[in-house]
């Protein structure tokens, strides 16, 4: 014949392994919100990640209160503030004895591993803080795939060389390799070194100069090349740069020059970039002096 207590007993064990269960699920959903962060970022997974990490541990702790934890209501007179010596001993006791919610070492444990594993993914994010992370917003927004060495190839990936350009006509480069970046494109002209007026930012080789081809003012692409007169104009909202004085705007609400690009070329006679732009490209993001 079943008692009571071992019914309860039963009951008890069944609920630990429930709520031991649940702090385990708690746990790896910590674990797949580090690993999608780690990995580039996925921002559905992340959050049912972080929805599975807390739904674990609120589960668990529901159930350790309402399975393990005395319950039901009490009602007694008013007792003085100060519980007699019987009661503290009575209490001091059932707190030490063998089922005390506080001895269940085992529950304690997945609860601190629970909690160790959310706090140490809650870690991932801070590392787009950190000075050496290159996916930092901050410098996401400071460099493009440009690089010393790159080379400037057109949109079908076929390199370009100075004789390429021709006069009169602005030719469409990208960085060899990432022709889809979108902070990337750039446009090579040539230009009389006689008439120019302020040297241009990224040097020139053979008359060849380049520019970001996206407008400082709402990164349109300034595709409009007025020829012969050195200017380029943007469709978008009419900024108009001066192509013989450094790039820098003339007219409309741009207010900053197009970012150059340093060229130089290398043994096999192609161009290559001298580094990253000269400044970032596109709209502004702060404010220069």
Same mark, same amino acid.
């Given at each position: 014949?079943?008692?009571?207590?071992?019914?309860?007993? =039963?009951?008890?064990?069944?609920?630990?392994? !429930? *709520?031991?269960?649940?702090?385990?699920?708690?746990?790896?959903?910590?674990?797949?919100?580090?690993? #999608?962060?780690?990995?580039?970022?996925?921002?559905?997974?992340?959050?049912?990640?972080?929805?599975? /990490?807390?739904?674990? *541990?609120?589960?668990?702790?529901?159930? +350790? #209160?309402?399975?393990?934890?005395?319950?039901?209501?009490?009602?007694?007179?008013?007792?003085?503030?100060?519980?007699? #010596?019987?009661?503290?001993?009575?209490?001091? /006791?059932?707190?030490?004895?063998?089922?005390?919610?506080?001895?269940?070492?085992?529950?304690?444990?997945?609860?601190?591993?629970?909690?160790? /594993?959310?706090?140490?993914?809650?870690?991932?994010?801070? =590392?787009?803080?950190?000075?050496?992370?290159?996916?930092?917003?901050?410098?996401?927004?400071?460099?493009?795939? +440009?690089?010393?060495?790159?080379?400037?190839?057109?949109?079908?990936?076929?390199?370009? =060389?100075?004789?390429?350009?021709?006069?009169?006509? *602005? $030719? &469409?480069?990208? %960085?060899?390799?990432?022709?889809?970046?979108?902070?990337? %494109?750039?446009?090579?002209? =040539?230009?009389?070194?006689?008439?120019?007026? $302020?040297?241009?930012?990224?040097?020139?080789?053979?008359? !060849?100069?380049?520019?970001?081809?996206?407008?400082?003012?709402?990164?349109?692409?300034?595709?409009?090349?007025?020829?012969?007169? &050195?200017?380029?104009?943007?469709?978008?909202?009419?900024?108009?740069?001066?192509?013989?004085?450094?790039?820098?705007? !003339?007219?409309?609400?741009?207010?900053?020059?197009?970012?150059?690009?340093? *060229?130089?070329?290398?043994?096999?006679?192609?161009?290559?970039?001298?580094?990253?732009?000269?400044?970032?490209?596109?709209?502004?993001? +702060?404010?220069?002096?």
């Amino acid at each position: 014949m079943t008692t009571s207590g071992s019914s309860d007993g =039963r009951g008890q064990r069944t609920a630990a392994r !429930v *709520i031991a269960a649940a702090f385990g699920v708690s746990a790896l959903g910590a674990a797949g919100f580090a690993a #999608a962060y780690a990995t580039g970022g996925q921002t559905q997974w992340e959050g049912a990640s972080l929805a599975v /990490a807390f739904a674990g *541990i609120a589960l668990g702790l529901s159930l +350790w #209160a309402r399975r393990l934890l005395p319950t039901g209501g009490y009602v007694e007179e008013h007792e003085p503030f100060d519980s007699p #010596a019987d009661e503290r001993r009575l209490a001091a /006791a059932a707190l030490a004895g063998p089922e005390s919610p506080t001895r269940r070492a085992g529950l304690v444990a997945a609860l601190g591993g629970a909690l160790l /594993a959310l706090g140490g993914a809650a870690l991932f994010p801070l =590392r787009s803080m950190l000075p050496f992370d290159k996916s930092r917003p901050e410098h996401a927004l400071r460099h493009t795939p +440009w690089a010393d060495g790159v080379r400037l190839v057109g949109a079908d990936g076929t390199p370009v =060389r100075p004789a390429d350009v021709p006069a009169g006509a *602005i $030719v &469409g480069v990208f %960085p060899e390799g990432d022709v889809t970046a979108a902070d990337a %494109p750039a446009f090579a002209v =040539r230009l009389d070194p006689a008439e120019l007026t $302020v040297p241009p930012p990224g040097g020139q080789v053979d008359g !060849v100069v380049v520019y970001s081809l996206l407008c400082t003012h709402a990164g349109c692409p300034v595709r409009l090349y007025l020829k012969g007169t &050195g200017r380029l104009l943007c469709p978008c909202h009419q900024s108009n740069f001066d192509l013989l004085a450094a790039a820098r705007p !003339v007219a409309g609400p741009a207010a900053r020059p197009l970012p150059g690009l340093p *060229i130089r070329l290398d043994p096999a006679g192609h161009l290559v970039a001298a580094g990253d732009f000269t400044a970032p490209p596109g709209p502004g993001f +702060w404010s220069y002096p």
